[in-house]
């Protein structure tokens, strides 16, 4: 099985309740079992969707944002995730998170980026886009772009909605 980015929208309340489980449970579970429809699994989008932000020259803070999107953040204390044998991420880094104000920064520059322009650029010096990505996305059948858009509007989408909702956002790979 592939290993690839998984996304959660969460209350504040469900992510402290998860952490009290696993503080008082004796087999330190969390619980964490998020609703389906607040999870979106990224595939390998992340390193594409930076990577064509760099080659195209996307500004540094909507460039931030893109990356904090798929990286999380170090401020909130997930690590009670990431306990053996309920550990939600065993084959990658430890899960993040981002605060709901978070959330609603990453959103807002979220929704500012132009994938499509981003993308048009860098088939618009007549080299192929997969070889310019790098990370493999030359073997993407039918091409980089529609998997990178998909990906792109459904990551925007779901921070979109989980600011409209005031939730946080957990991040792992599994």
Not at 58 to 78: I, Q
Request: hydrophobic share 45%; with cysteine.
């Amino acid at each position: 099985m592939a290993v690839t980015l998984q996304l959660a929208r969460v209350p504040a309340e469900y992510l402290a309740a998860c952490g009290q489980s696993a503080r008082m449970s004796p087999e330190r579970g969390p619980w964490w079992d998020p609703p389906a429809c607040d999870v979106l699994d990224l595939d390998w989008a992340p390193a594409l969707l930076a990577r064509v932000g760099e080659v195209a020259g996307l500004d540094e803070v909507h460039l931030g944002a893109l990356r904090r999107a798929t990286d999380g953040d170090t401020d909130l204390d997930v690590g009670f995730l990431n306990v053996h044998p309920h550990a939600i991420a065993p084959f990658g880094p430890a899960p993040t998170a981002l605060s709901a104000s978070q959330v609603a920064r990453v959103c807002d520059l979220l929704g500012q980026i132009d994938m499509p322009a981003l993308l048009g650029a860098l088939l618009s010096d007549g080299r192929d886009a997969g070889s310019l990505i790098g990370h493999g996305a030359d073997q993407i059948t039918g091409g980089p772009g529609p998997y990178l858009l998909e990906h792109f509007y459904a990551l925007r989408d779901f921070y979109l909605d989980a600011g409209r909702r005031n939730l946080l956002v957990v991040l792992w790979w599994d």
